[in-house]
């Protein structure tokens, strides 16, 4: 999950370049069984473990800008099942 949410971030300037690997996601959480109602209780445990992770670090400019990032993957996991 950090290995995959690392490289989205590094690539944020390039959405489509990522693109394929983001298809073979969608398709491997859709084989585990994931559904759609389960991407908001990650994304805000995500944004929980950050938040204690960065300690003062943590301020809502990083707040949100780690909430796009989730909410742009996983609106583009969903368009690919």
């Given amino acids: 999950f950090v290995d995959m949410l690392s490289m989205i971030v590094a690539r944020l300037d ?3 370049t990522v693109a394929q690997e983001i298809s073979q996601l969608a398709r491997s959480h859709e084989g585990y069984g994931v559904k759609p109602e389960h991407y908001q209780f990650v994304g805000e ?3 929980w473990t950050l938040e204690r992770g960065l300690g003062n ?4 400019d990083v707040r949100r800008a780690w909430s796009a990032c989730y909410d742009l ?6 368009e690919k099942v």
Avoid: C, Q
Avoid at 57 to 60: A, E, F, I, L, T
Avoid at 73 to 78: A, D, N, Q, V, Y
């Fill in 14 to 16: 390039r959405p489509d």
């Fill in 45 to 47: 445990a995500l944004l």
């Fill in 57 to 60: 670090d943590w301020n809502d």
């Fill in 73 to 78: 993957l996983t609106r583009s996991m969903l």
